[in-house]
């Protein structure tokens, strides 16, 4: 490593919620294209860190892990072709301010928009609506250091492989900057029902989880009646006034003038149907203020959309095994798409997300009890969260995971971006 790299490395620390502390040499944060890929040039070993929001070893190496969030930033609007790229290292908050004023969205956000764009699209972060593809399929173009240095640009349609080039684990290299479709701009107004039941939330699922342009449920899994509340945002252009609660069993969340409506947390977007831009609504949490609790552990499973109410079934079968141990929950719809590597891979999917106590040995003994409640229905593991599945098992319901490790050998014939995660989870052998 060269001279003018060495004074950037630090101490690599922690994820973002203490659970995982990474054991790589060091923390490099180069501050120009130039002196990045000349640090991967020489490294033998390196991995890209983005915004730490990762809970497992995802992201790690026993090398150097670069941060590419001191990048010159950019931000190239193309009104013609309807994209922006920007650079690998932008939170979606960032992002969305800039084209605040441009007459240009997102198609979607994530619950957060403190994660970092490249993260975010390479481990398949995902927000929620039955007409939502997960954000990594908004990327049309990625540039790319690879190990020998070199910066590559690789586009949708123009590359055979590049359904395995965004989200893709960090694989082949470092991204630097990708290329995002957008659309129309759009306001949005959020609602919340409270006191789901179960009954009606398992025979009603579809019609529930498609009430909105993005829906998510609260499930309350120690409670044998209520099943919670849910969370509705709505495009203001498509709002249904005629859409009752009531139908359900469920109520409006109460909204008094000037006060947050019922149950809102202060660091979350507003609620009580008020409308506001995309992106001041799509997030669960405001930009400005701390996302969720950072003590704790996530999650994720996910299971083929027709499965689904019968998955939610068998889950709540053994909810006494894990629920003690649940600070929230959240069922996410998220449509299908053709990416390699994608966990809603052509299939319409529902999102079982299980946040944890920061427990990690007890956590561990209930994995299992819930991956088996599961098996029937083929789940499949958010890429940064927690699960025990077996890697040789989980590869199998990845119809195209040969084809991602061929390409990940092509591109990384060194194997200078491997680590245990992905040999453990993928496959791919170390160097």
């Excluded at 026993?62 to 193309?78: A, C, I």
């Excluded at 690879?146 to 684990?169: C, I, N, Q, S, Y």
């Excluded at 699922?205 to 969370?231: E, H, N, T």
Aim: glycine letters at 10%.
């Amino acid at each position: 490593m060269s001279a003018a790299v060495a004074p950037a490395l630090s101490g690599p620390g922690a994820t973002w919620s203490g659970c995982y502390r990474f054991g790589a040499q060091g923390l490099a944060a180069p501050r120009s294209v130039a002196e990045l890929q000349e640090l991967v040039a020489a490294a033998p070993r390196v991995r890209a860190l983005g915004s730490r929001h990762s809970f497992n070893d995802v992201a790690d190496t026993d090398g150097v892990l670069v941060s590419v969030r001191d990048l010159p930033p950019r931000f190239d609007l193309d009104a013609a072709a309807g994209t922006v790229t920007v650079s690998a290292g932008s939170t979606y908050g960032e992002v969305a301010a800039g084209l605040a004023d441009t007459g240009w969205a997102l198609h979607n956000m994530g619950s957060l928009p403190h994660i970092s764009v490249a993260g975010a699209c390479a481990t398949g972060t995902h927000g929620s609506g039955d007409g939502n593809r997960n954000l990594s399929t908004a990327v049309s173009a990625v540039e790319t250091v690879g190990a020998d240095g070199e910066l590559r640009r690789h586009t949708r349609g123009d590359d055979p492989g590049f359904g395995g080039r965004v989200l893709a684990l960090g694989a082949h290299g470092v991204v630097t900057a990708v290329t995002l479709d957008l659309v129309p701009a759009f306001d949005v107004r959020q609602d919340v029902w409270f006191d789901l039941s179960w009954p009606a939330l398992l025979e009603n699922l579809d019609a529930i989880m498609g009430a909105a342009f993005s829906v998510s449920v609260m499930p309350r899994w120690g409670d044998p009646q209520v099943a919670g509340k849910v969370w509705l945002k709505s495009r203001t252009d498509a709002w249904d006034p005629a859409l009752d609660p009531a139908a359900f069993g469920a109520r409006w969340a109460r909204t008094d003038a000037g006060e947050l409506a019922e149950g809102q947390n202060p660091n979350q977007t507003v609620q009580g149907g008020v409308p506001g831009p995309w992106w001041q609504r799509l997030p669960h949490f405001r930009p400005d203020a701390s996302p969720s609790r950072g003590d704790e552990i996530q999650t994720e499973y996910f299971v083929d959309r027709a499965d689904a109410a019968d998955a939610l079934r068998a889950l709540r079968a053994v909810a006494e095994r894990f629920a003690p141990l649940v600070l929230v929950s959240e069922l996410r719809s998220v449509a299908a798409d053709t990416l390699w590597l994608s966990p809603s891979h052509g299939r319409e999917s529902l999102g079982i997300h299980l946040t944890w106590r920061n427990s990690p040995a007890e956590v561990l003994e209930v994995l299992p009890v819930v991956e088996a409640a599961l098996e029937p229905f083929a789940p499949r593991p958010h890429w940064g969260k927690w699960f025990t599945l077996d890697g040789d098992a989980l590869r199998s319901s990845y119809p195209r995971a040969a084809d991602f490790r061929a390409l990940a050998e092509e591109s990384d014939p060194g194997r200078t971006f491997r680590n245990g995660y992905l040999e453990r989870v993928l496959g791919l052998p170390q160097a």
